[in-house]
């Protein structure tokens, strides 16, 4: 019996340190169980934070600081410092992870980064990108310009002002001028790129008069077919169109046209009255439309086939900048291009050039004496840039080690910036946000057409399903009845769209790279770029750089020179030469302190 009780102890004995033990057990695993929630609950809270106050402060730039905007604002703030102290007062009631979530380190570590959301938002679009710095001229200074569209060019007329400067021009086609492509087909000059100016284009305005180009009135007046969702439409003849019009009648709901004609009205008095500020610049076309009620209606048939004339695609049209869209119909305005009614005499006036783009630029190569096979190198792709003591070597598709120069512009787009400079090893952030700048590819090809198709008569552009643009080129250019067909057609395009097309006999066709001028891309071009551009002897360039269109092209050219270095009297040169259209008196008057500036 003594044996049988000492054997009932050690198996309680046991049962209670099994016991003892289950339960350290489970407490581990609540306590792990408690500590998963409750950083679950921190990563959370800390990715919805920034977005949260980055909403807030977009918020805040769009209207202004009303009272509900300040008030959410101050609470956001407030709300990591406020919200432990709250959990503390509640934690018995609270269950434990939340107390884990609210725990003093969480706090702070939300508010923190709360707080660098707003300083980044604050740095990148309140506070203006420091001014290109004019460095001094360098003796012999050697320096290659990569690109031989509108920029390149440019900034190698501007470079070569001062005859003895040795600057190479390298283009990967067998012709220069970029978008600015001109074809000759029987005896007429036919552009397939940069077709369209404004008056605003002050450097391109001021190139043509000095070179001798005329410039006349053309009309952008466009057509949308319609679909199996949206009615056609035309801003020939104002109004809904009448194309519309017959169009929603025979769809049985005339009263559409009517609410379509509402729209237009209300869009144009937005435009009268917009200005452009930042908190507008940063507002996505599609949350503008959306906010004001403007219909599905308005936005396909009307807003995104005129945006498609001036863009080339319609592809993101919608994720542009508002601000800068009520821009281009504004009437009287700088930026004014677009136009709802063709017919209106508010519509605003928009140039073409006589006899081709791409030969003014040809002019400027002969105007300083640039020779191909001595100073500009065509077929020439560059393929990588190599960082070769304190110089850059230039290293071309098909060929070995390439030359030596001091300064590098690079005058293509961001894409193949990205390339060029990946290949050649550089790293950091440059190529990473080269990599955010998107490009739809668009296949251009001029063509002759029946001497019967639709073209010939009504709109000089019409957009058919999906975003293909067709232009009746040479009644554009106002050297012909209709014969040649400019088509653009977008990756997006379903072959079945594209086999619809009657393209006729084609002439010739190039491939262009668009950049979609998104309300991101916005940012990233003239906040991020422009504080990372003109270091290290390598300035990029383009119109992506400066905006979209010829002028901004030219814009970004003219700062590409002066980051490399030009005189005075070049400096000078440049400000009278633009005076007549804008009087840009700071051009590069911002030098390095005891720079010597003169020519050498």
């Not at 905006?547 to 050219?557: F, H, I, K, T, Y």
Request: net charge neutral; aromatic share 8%.
């Amino acid at each position: 019996m003594p044996h049988h009780g000492r054997s009932t102890e050690i198996f309680k004995d046991e049962e209670q340190g099994v016991a003892f033990k289950m339960t350290r057990v489970k407490g581990a695993l609540d306590s792990l169980a408690v500590s998963n929630a409750a950083l679950g609950a921190q990563t959370i809270l800390h990715i919805l934070a920034p977005p949260l106050a980055l909403w807030l402060f977009l918020q805040l730039l769009r209207v202004g600081p009303d009272a509900p905007t300040m008030s959410a604002l101050v609470l956001t703030i407030l709300l990591p410092i406020v919200w432990p102290c709250v959990m503390f007062k509640c934690k018995r009631r609270s269950k434990r992870w939340i107390r884990g979530a609210c725990s003093p380190c969480s706090a702070c570590s939300l508010f923190i980064s709360v707080l660098v959301t707003f300083i980044v938002c604050y740095v990148l679009l309140l506070t203006d990108p420091p001014s290109v710095v004019r460095p001094a001229l360098v003796p012999n200074e050697r320096v290659a310009v990569i690109g031989g569209g509108a920029s390149g060019t440019f900034t190698a007329w501007m470079l070569k002002q001062d005859p003895r400067a040795t600057v190479h021009l390298y283009e990967a086609e067998a012709v220069i001028g970029g978008h600015s492509a001109t074809e000759m087909v029987d005896g007429k000059h036919l552009d397939m790129g940069f077709i369209f100016s404004k008056h605003s284009y002050n450097i391109y305005n001021s190139l043509t008069d000095r070179f001798g180009f005329e410039r006349q009135v053309a009309s952008l007046s466009v057509a949308y077919g319609g679909d199996e969702k949206y009615l056609p439409y035309s801003n020939e003849d104002g109004g809904a169109g009448k194309v519309f019009r017959e169009a929603a009648k025979a769809a049985g709901d005339p009263a559409r046209a009517d609410r379509l004609e509402a729209e237009l009205a209300r869009f144009l008095d937005m435009s009268r009255s917009a200005t452009l500020d930042i908190g507008s610049a940063i507002t996505p076309l599609w949350y503008f439309l959306w906010r004001h009620g403007f219909s599905k209606d308005f936005t396909h048939s009307v807003l995104i086939p005129i945006l498609t004339v001036l863009f080339v695609t319609g592809h993101g049209a919608l994720e542009q900048s508002a601000g800068l869209t009520l821009q281009y119909f504004k009437p009287g305005g700088p930026q004014a291009f677009l136009t709802l009614n063709a017919s209106s005499p508010d519509s605003p006036p928009v140039y073409h050039t006589l006899g081709g783009v791409k030969y003014l630029y040809d002019q400027l190569l002969a105007d300083v004496d640039m020779l191909v096979g001595r100073d500009v190198f065509l077929s020439s792709p560059t393929r990588r840039l190599v960082r070769v003591g304190a110089q850059w070597r230039v290293d071309v598709v098909g060929g070995g080690d390439g030359q030596l120069y001091d300064k590098v512009v690079l005058a293509v787009d961001a894409k193949m910036a990205k390339v060029i400079l990946e290949a050649g090893g550089m790293g950091g952030l440059m190529p990473m946000v080269l990599g955010m700048v998107d490009y739809d590819d668009l296949s251009v090809s001029l063509n002759r057409v029946d001497p019967d198709g639709e073209i010939r008569s009504g709109a000089l552009y019409r957009v058919d399903e999906g975003g293909c643009l067709a232009g009746s080129i040479d009644r554009v250019l106002d050297n012909g009845d209709g014969d040649f067909r400019l088509q653009g057609i977008p990756p997006t395009a379903q072959e079945r769209v594209v086999s619809s097309l009657d393209l006729g006999e084609a002439v010739a066709s190039r491939s262009w790279r668009h950049t979609r001028w998104t309300v991101w891309e916005l940012i990233v071009t003239k906040r991020l770029v422009t504080r990372l551009n003109y270091r290290k002897g390598v300035i990029l360039a383009g119109a992506w750089v400066e905006g979209v269109g010829q002028n901004d092209a030219l814009r970004s050219g003219a700062l590409a020179a002066c980051a490399v270095g030009i005189s005075d009297a070049t400096a000078t040169m440049f400000r009278q030469m633009v005076a007549p259209y804008e009087n840009w008196t700071d051009f590069c008057t911002s030098h390095v302190a005891g720079a010597r500036t003169e020519n050498v």
